[in-house]
């Protein structure tokens, strides 16, 4: 059953499309959200307003628990685009450079490309734009003036130079491609169009840098939203006897322009931000939303596979917290979409996915062998049977700290260099899905607590402790 869906697909489209090559394997469309936790309508999220990618979502399988990596950009892309866990050592910040921490491994880009594909890079896929840069026939990002910030508004622009920040949100009353991800949408409708006659299968990634920090969107997206729709952040609700070591001082916040450097923003601000999130995903929203019209405009549609995803999770002031940099739930779970031509459509599984099965699931359904240096697994046979990998569990990373996922649980310890365990949390997600009560040291749990740290251990990753470190990636 491995190519069945491809099968599906080929046979489809040899029926409407005669003058096509049976052969030629399916297309990959793959878009990146960069910093966008499931605060998406098709997650449930009640006030978000996705309507492309929940429309997607009708015509996907839905992964309602995947988790990243590592929860930081160039980590977490590190891992995924590798498919090779992060270590004591490794994928440790979001200046993580893959092809110097695992040379050995075969990235994603330059395995498809390697088997026929047309392979294009746009904005960010990778942190690093050199990171195996010659896997790309295309490798793509607006570096005009050198400021990604792309504020759009003169006051705001310049407050930012230096190492002070501008400010954390911008509401601009600019068309959708003055920022720089509208330009994004552009160059990707662009190729699309160029590669639909090409007799080469396309691997196309595109990237988007919102809902990154600052919240900079167009004004229309802001006026989606009212600010009476957003609640003060619950920063104070700290879980009861959690470790010091699971929190941070939200320092990538507090970076930019008029945000506290200690102690909680004010409940204004907090809505602020939250408000400025959810226009920036709106906004994001719209740009995916031209991109797969595009792609239903050209019939591409019934030879791609789309695959979407955000790098990580974030927090918009739960637990104290704001970005992501931790190890609760709200940090690594992250959304990630498949739609295959001819597959299940509008099907949440609740099955549990890891970051690094999404390099295999994609080779597989394409028909390729998954490479060795592959740590992940493939993911089709939960698109076949939604049910299949219930029992499956995910392991994440950050600093220190190592969690295991299950259907009911999640498990962190916090370890030393030498492997000594420094501090530890478990959280029943059957009773306690927002993680406010740790209770690790509950004694009925012991037991659970033994399997759960045991199953980490056993798979938290081959070559855990290789003796390597780079200086770019010191904290
Ligand atoms: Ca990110």
């Known amino acids: 059953m491995k190519y069945y869906y491809l099968l599906i697909a080929f046979a489809f489209y040899a029926c409407q499309n005669e003058s096509s090559s049976e052969d030629k394997p399916l297309n990959i469309l793959m878009i990146a959200v960069d910093d966008l936790r499931p605060t998406i309508g098709a997650y449930g999220d009640p006030l978000v307003k996705t309507p492309n990618i929940d429309h997607l979502a009708s015509e996907s399988v839905l992964f309602a628990k995947a988790f990243c990596s590592v929860p930081t950009c160039g980590a977490s892309r590190a891992s995924l685009l590798t498919s090779t866990r992060p270590t004591r050592y490794r994928f440790l910040t979001h200046k993580a450079i893959s092809q110097e921490q695992v040379p050995d491994a075969i990235a994603i880009n330059e395995y498809l490309k390697a088997n026929g594909y047309h392979t294009i890079s746009n904005g960010k896929i990778f942190h690093n734009l050199n990171d ?18 792309d504020y759009q508004i003169p006051e705001n622009d310049s407050l930012d130079s230096g190492d002070q920040r501008g400010p954390a949100y911008e509401r601009a009353e600019v068309h959708d491609t003055v920022y720089r991800d509208g330009k994004l949408m552009l160059k990707t409708i662009k190729d699309l169009e160029q590669l639909k006659d090409s007799g080469q299968p396309f691997f196309l990634a595109t990237g988007f840098v919102k809902p990154h920090l600052p919240f900079n969107a167009p004004a229309k ?11 003060p952040s619950r920063q104070e609700f700290w879980p009861a006897n959690a470790p010091r070591k699971a929190f941070h001082n939200s320092g990538e916040l507090r970076n930019y322009h008029g945000i506290p450097q200690e102690g909680f923003v004010s409940d204004s601000l907090s809505v602020t931000l939250q408000h400025g999130y959810h226009a920036a ?53 992250a959304p990630l979409l498949i739609s295959v031509p001819g597959g299940l459509q509008g099907v949440k599984t609740q099955s549990i996915a890891e970051f690094i099965d999404i390099y295999p699931t994609i080779v597989d359904l394409v028909g390729l062998k998954i490479p060795r240096t592959a740590e992940g697994k493939s993911l089709a046979p939960i698109l076949e049977n939604p049910d299949q990998g ?16 299950t259907q009911q649980y999640a498990y962190t310890e916090f370890r030393t260099d030498e492997d000594s365990l420094i501090s530890r949390m478990l959280y029943d997600h059957n009773t ?40 770019s990636e010191e904290i």
């Not at 037991?447 to 390597?468: C, E, H, P």
């Open 132 to 149: 195996r840069a010659a896997g790309w026939d295309d490798n793509w990002r607006l570096q005009s003036d050198g400021n990604w910030r």
């Open 221 to 231: 997206y802001w006026d989606l939203y009212d600010r009476s729709d957003f609640e």
């Open 281 to 333: 995903i709106s906004y994001t929203d719209a740009l995916i939303g031209h991109i797969l019209e595009k792609l239903d405009e050209l019939d591409l549609r019934k030879t791609t596979i789309i695959v979407l995803w955000g790098d990580h999770g974030w927090q918009l002031g739960e637990h104290g917290l704001w970005n992501k940099h931790c190890n609760f739930n709200t940090s690594l779970h």
């Open 432 to 471: 306690d899905p927002e993680e406010s009560d740790n209770i690790v040291d509950e004694p009925q749990y012991q037991s659970v607590i033994d399997s759960l740290s045991s199953i980490m251990m056993a798979n938290r990753g081959k070559d855990y402790f290789t003796n390597w470190k780079m200086d």
């Open 390 to 405: 219930a029992e499956n569990f995910a392991i994440s990373k950050w600093q220190d700290g190592l969690t295991i996922r």
